[in-house]
Nanobody, 123 residues
Framework: QVELVESGGGLVQAGGSLRLTCNAS????????MGWFRQAPGKEREFVAA?????????????VTGRFTISRDKNTVYLLGDTFDLQMSDLTAEDTAVYSC???????????WGQGTQVTVSS
């Protein structure tokens, strides 16, 4: 069983930056990839970014490419837990949403979900 806990959400002005962190506790496997999804009010949940464990390759939605960066703390040992960050820059009001950390062995990683953290961008 893997538990995902997000942190770092909050209120930021347009053009500002914010860093989200996801801590995975529990026993993960070598194929356990992680990602971020978000859901804005009245909209469907959408993919934001993900990192594939096997290759370290990162993937982004078109709407955040060039502004967001997903990274994994390489100092963590995957059998004990993982820490993933989502660095968000040049934020706009359209980035306002609840951001959820996800993980799983399938691709994109959607088996496990965190509780979500609110990001609000004021214009």
């Amino acid at each position: 069983q893997v538990e995902l806990v997000e942190s770092g959400g909050g209120l930021v002005q347009a053009g500002g930056s914010l860093r989200l962190t996801c801590n995975a506790s529990g026993r993960t496997v070598s194929s356990y990839s992680m990602g971020w999804f978000r859901q804005a009010p009245g909209k469907e949940r959408e993919f934001v970014a993900a990192i594939r464990r096997s290759t370290g390759r990162t993937y982004y939605s078109d709407s955040v490419t060039g502004r967001f960066t997903i990274s994994r703390d390489k100092n963590t040992v995957y059998l004990l837990g993982d820490t993933f960050d989502l660095q968000m820059s040049d934020l706009t009001a359209e980035d306002t949403a609840v951001y959820s950390c996800t993980g799983g062995s399938a691709w994109p990683p959607r088996t496990d979900w965190g509780q979500g953290t609110q990001v609000t961008v004021s214009s």
